[in-house]
């Protein structure tokens, strides 16, 4: 990453933040009530320091062995941050996973609850947790099917209890995201949860309108991803 890149980092992020509140006061939302998750997939440890500085606590990441790399040596002079698996999550990487994350979000089938039962046992820990629901139905997307994630949602409750947290979607590129972001809401709101990880850089202001608690913004913060990833 160039230097002009670093430097803006703390720009860009209040950029993100102030976009933020306002999506929330027009929806008629508290803006505490909405968190931004700094996606650093694929970026350097440097550009997650500048975020650290900027005073960014809550990161995301797609890859286990990415996140093991970066953020463990962080945790002991930056106490308060957060480190959410945002990515497709193979069952080997279970245990790695729920040793280092605070929230993975990326629960999609049983095999991987098991994988995940097994590590925490292990581990002695639970991370908080995330359904994520494919809510096109997109053959190459992670996520459960729309028709299956009900059972499923209820599966993980009686699994993980309160670890279970709420929902995660990446709607369609192609399509309006407000539908997907609505099925979403409504689905949450039928299971009781409390958390809606929706909307990226190019539509968290209509996810926050729509009932968001998590966006995840990656390029918006961090500029476009290194030729080199």
Known sequence: MDTSLSSSIAERLHAVRTSMQAAALAAGRDPA?????????????????????????????NRVQEAAAKFPPLRPTHPAMRLHLIGGLQTNKAREAVRIADMIESLDRPALVDAIARAADAEGRLPDLL????????PQKFGVPKEQADAFIRLCQQRFGASLRGLMCIPPAEQNP???????????????????SMGMSADFEQAIAQGATLVRVGSAIFGPRPALA
């Open 33 to 61: 009530s909405v968190s931004l998750v700094a996606v650093s997939k694929f970026h350097p440890l440097q550009s997650v320091q500048e975020a650290l500085a900027a005073n960014q606590c809550v990161f995301g990441e």
């Open 131 to 138: 359904v994520e629901v494919n809510t096109g139905d997109e």
């Open 178 to 196: 407000v539908p997907h972001f609505q099925l979403l809401r409504n689905m949450a709101q039928t299971h009781g949860l409390p958390v809606l």
